[in-house]
């Protein structure tokens, strides 16, 4: 075998090497790419305590209620579907109703979903993709394009 064969075969055998680890991260992350799921995906899809999501929407009109101390608990909506959720911590600045939230957390064993972080929307004109999609499929889109 001469030089430049034994360097092709070197090339070769590295590339199939990578190919097969970018397949397998491919795979293992199949459910956890989505950058987070509706509350309408949460009620088709059977999701089990415990397991972490993103869970993203609107904060549901009138749904916000102030517990004790840093406790709060709201609703998550996508005009279809509703996910009640708590959450104990301080709430970013622009956290109100009728704006987009994402919350990273757990589902309880009631289907209550118990978040560790809370992000909202950081300008007036963001609303994550999915969010706004999901509101143009249902006729409820209100921002001018």
Do not use: C
Request: net charge negative.
């Amino acid at each position: 075998m001469t030089r430049k064969q034994r360097r092709l075969s070197l090339i070769a055998a590295a590339g199939l090497v990578l190919a097969l680890a970018v397949g397998l991260v491919l795979v293992a992350f199949e459910d956890t790419i989505v950058f987070f799921v509706t509350p309408s995906e949460v009620q088709a899809q059977t999701i089990e305590p415990g397991t972490r999501v993103r869970l993203g929407g609107l904060v549901a009109k009138d749904s916000v209620v102030r517990g004790q101390g840093t406790a709060v608990s709201f609703s998550v909506t996508d005009t279809t579907a509703t996910v009640s959720v708590v959450y104990n911590g301080i709430l970013p600045d622009l956290f109100r109703e009728g704006q987009g939230v994402v919350t990273e957390g757990r589902f309880d064993g009631e289907g209550v979903f118990v978040a560790d972080t809370v992000l909202a929307k950081h300008d007036e004109n963001y609303m994550p993709k999915e969010v706004a999609d999901a509101l143009k499929e249902q006729g409820v889109w209100k921002h001018n394009e």
